[in-house]
């Protein structure tokens, strides 16, 4: 677990924990790791969970499918980043959505009402872990709410660009990469695959993007 402590410090949820802290806290929490295989499921729709998990090494997606089987990606979560803690935090009775491993991950688990409830020793980072765990839900809706303006786009074409744009600006810069395959930005984009790489072939053609697998450049 050692060689994670410094991935740890670099996360919202960590911030402002001291290194030296870091192994208590752990303990405190009841911390939990584990290793998932790319496309193994973490969490599937239906299930109740009481814990949230944080990625050490990998990405995980989270995704909806409906009853014919067709994916819609809400979102994904890669090394310091969290997923599903909304759920858990709300004590969700049925989660509404799936988690699987887009990649080979090492998955860290913190049981919510361990991080709601102070331990018998006071621990002094209880506090300060929940206003940043309260920070990382808030900026998780606001990603959300972006997702909302990426696919109210009416074409593919309008979907593609609003959030290629969203991502060079994020990079701040026109070279940026994305954390999806084709089949995994359709799905996040809620379009057909086929459609979306036709969109990307006419837009390198008209000299708007350049691309190779998940490395993208606007022109």
Known sequence: MEQYYEILKKTELFSGIAEAEVPLLLACLSAKTAHYRKG??????????????????????????????????????????????????????????SVAASAESELLFIDCRRLASPCA???????????????????????????????????????????????????????????????????????DRSALSSELGKLRNEGVLNFRKNSFELM
């Open 40 to 97: 193994a499921a973490v969490f599937m729709s239906g299930d109740a969970i009481t814990g949230f998990g944080l990625v050490l090494s990998g990405q995980v997606q989270i995704y909806q499918e409906d009853y014919f089987g067709n994916r819609s990606i809400l979102g994904h979560a890669g090394p310091g980043e969290l997923f599903g803690e909304s759920f858990a935090c709300a004590e969700t009775k049925e989660l509404p959505v």
């Open 121 to 191: 020793n006071a621990c002094s980072f209880h506090s300060r872990l929940i206003r940043n765990l309260m920070n990382t839900i808030a900026k998780k809706n606001i990603a959300l709410t972006r997702k909302i303006e990426f696919t109210s786009g009416r074409t593919t074409r309008e979907k593609l660009l609003a959030y290629l744009s969203s991502e060079a600006l994020k990079a701040k810069s026109s070279r940026f990469f994305i954390p999806f395959d084709r089949q995994g930005l359709a799905d996040y984009l809620s379009v």
